[in-house]
């Protein structure tokens, strides 16, 4: 079964650092999104990317957060200047179209 | 986005089966109904999804009456590793929505 692949499973990082959150969606989807859930909350949606351009985001996705697909598989989701409370996991997901989405494993990013 | 309304818990024992009712009383016309399940510091996995009557595959069913105010995902015969957090989602089926989640139902499976 496809599956949507994250990279680092795990990322530690200080207050104040770059971080980009890698993805590779499945290759056949057209439609590709970051959420993420702190710790005991729910899963929250940040941003969709369709057509090489973000399609929706949402308010926590501020100038902080930016995505890119540079290439044909590649996903990431950068965050400028990360802040304690940008600690959560970070889903990807992608979707072709129709019926459901398929979302990564997921990124624990600790910010400290 | 319609809400939906989903119990916050629910406790089962193996081999049973399982039904998670939701409720969603503002359910548009165009929406579809949407169900996944999540394992801790797992993704969300997509089970079902549907639009009225009733909708089968290899791991649920789900079941929807006529006014749609509803549905209810039905797990046959649950194992422990159904234990997991459910989420009912509702909304128009095109691939550019976001998804809400709310808080899930915490299904524990017991020995």
């Known amino acids: 079964e496809p599956e949507v692949t994250q990279t680092p499973s795990h990322q530690v990082t200080q207050m104040g650092q770059e971080v980009i959150l890698r993805c590779v969606p499945i290759?056949?989807?057209?439609?590709f999104y970051w959420y993420r859930q702190i710790l005991g909350q729910k899963v929250e949606f940040l941003v969709s990317?369709?057509?090489?351009?973000?399609?929706?985001k949402s308010e926590i996705f501020d100038d902080q957060f930016s995505v890119e697909r540079p290439d044909g598989s590649n996903f990431t989701l950068k965050i400028r200047s990360t802040k304690l409370e940008d600690s959560a996991m970070y889903f990807c997901?992608?979707?072709?179209?129709?019926?459901?989405?398929?979302f990564g494993s997921g990124t624990r990013l600790t910010v400290v | 986005l319609a809400k939906t309304t989903q119990p916050i818990s629910m406790d089962s024992y193996e081999g049973q089966e399982v039904n998670i009712t939701c409720s969603h009383n503002?359910?548009?016309?165009?929406?579809?109904i949407t169900w996944y399940q999540q394992f801790p510091s797992q993704g969300p996995r997509f089970i079902i999804q549907?639009?009225?009557t009733k909708v089968t595959n290899e791991v649920a069913s789900l079941f929807i009456p006529a006014d749609r105010k509803s549905s209810t995902l039905s797990l046959p015969r649950v194992s422990l590793s159904d234990t997991a957090v459910y989420y009912c989602?509702?909304?128009?089926?095109?691939?550019?929505?976001?998804?809400?989640f709310g808080s899930g139902t915490r299904l524990q499976v017991q020995p």
């Open positions: 997901a992608s979707m072709r179209g129709i019926e459901g989405y398929t």
């Open positions: 290759s056949n989807h057209l439609y």
């Open positions: 990317f369709y057509n090489n351009e973000i399609s929706e």
């Open positions: 503002n359910i548009a016309t165009n929406d579809y």
């Open positions: 549907g639009y009225k």
């Open positions: 989602l509702v909304g128009p089926d095109t691939g550019r929505r976001a998804l809400t």
